[in-house]
């Protein structure tokens, strides 16, 4: 069998008194997409430095394509996307690119990159100079040119504008039906829920919860609506089976739980009817990614 494209077993790493990383494990697989979540500071660029070799952890193991992540001769087999960019200030896009591009034996061609990115009409343009949703396109085209087996890219969408997300997003299905391991950091959950093919949550240093996305929000769905605030939804569960429950979270959004049958909408639309209730946005749907992961980490901010 193939090996693990990563393979991260009890990883420690700490600051000070902050562990950083406290006894973390996942693993990835090539021809998928890995992606980390977790809350601001929850050790994701952690682990993945220790992965990409930027960084030395304090214990556990860490395997990257089956070697030690400071084995020199992974340099060319894995592509890095740093959220900072990486790219000398005064290069030109295109020339920085197939610079990058003559280190690898058999590269992407950097104009057809850099077309796909949308950046052909700032080749000649120097890296300060690109705006910021550029420069991140300019880094991510600089961590796929070489062809690598694996991928690293944090946060690769952050402050993009709709073009260049759906742009990036095509790019990284082609790279994994193209067999590379993506492993991918991000604050979106749509965009974890649409690439993912496995979701590591991450939580003060460790994995709580980590499997395909569908089956961390399971089969269940949920009615949703948007009426005035502060509705009484004791007297309308009253109205409906004894196990389903209503919720208010936050203020005018209703979720009500339950066996979802055509004969509960139609209690929940009488009820409405039945207090003059005008309700917004009614719909039957999964939970998605994103209440999953605040039911796991929390709502309150972190520090
Ligand atoms: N070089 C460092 N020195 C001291 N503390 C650090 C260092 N790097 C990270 N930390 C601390 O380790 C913890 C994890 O940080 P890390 O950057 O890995 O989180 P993250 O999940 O990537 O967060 P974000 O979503 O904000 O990027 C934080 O408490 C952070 O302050």
Redesign the pocket.
């Known amino acids: 069998m193939e090996p693990l494209a990563v393979a991260v077993n009890g990883l420690v790493k700490r ?2 008194m ?1 562990a ?1 990383a406290d006894g973390l494990s996942f693993e990835a697989r090539s021809g998928e997409v890995t992606a980390l979540l ?10 993945v430095e220790i992965c990409e070799g930027y960084r030395r952890a304090d214990a556990g193991s860490v395997r990257v394509l089956g070697r030690d992540p400071h084995d020199p001769e992974l340099r060319t087999r894995i592509g890095v996307m740093l959220q900072s960019g990486g790219v000398p200030t005064h290069a030109r896009a295109g020339e920085f690119l197939r610079l990058i591009a003559s280190f690898y034996a058999t590269p992407l061609d950097p104009a057809a990159l850099l077309e796909r990115l949308g950046l052909t009409a700032s080749a000649r343009t120097s890296y300060r100079r690109l705006s910021g949703g550029q420069q991140q396109r300019l880094a991510l085209a600089a961590a796929v040119v070489g062809r690598p087996e694996l991928v690293f890219l944090d946060e690769p969408t952050a402050g993009l504008d709709p073009q260049a997300r759906h742009a990036t997003w095509e790019l990284v299905e082609d790279l994994k039906a193209a067999g590379v391991a993506v492993i991918l ?1 991000t ?1 979106h959950m749509d965009e974890a829920e649409r690439l993912a093919d496995e979701v590591v949550i ?1 939580d003060h ?1 460790s994995v709580i919860a980590s499997g395909p996305p569908s089956s961390l929000t399971g089969a269940e769905r949920q009615l949703r609506f948007r009426a005035r605030p502060g509705l009484g939804l004791d007297e309308l569960l009253s109205a409906l089976p004894p196990a389903t429950i209503a919720k208010e979270s936050p203020a005018g959004h209703y979720v009500i739980e339950g066996d979802l049958v055509p004969e509960l909408l139609a209690t929940v639309t009488a009820w409405c009817a039945s207090n003059g209730v005008m309700t917004e946005d009614l719909r039957i749907e999964r939970r998605t990614l994103e209440d999953v992961f605040l039911e796991l980490t929390g709502r309150e901010l972190r520090s």
């Open positions: 600051y000070g902050t950083a977790g809350p601001n500071g929850a050790g994701k660029t952690t682990t950091t604050h991450v240093g």
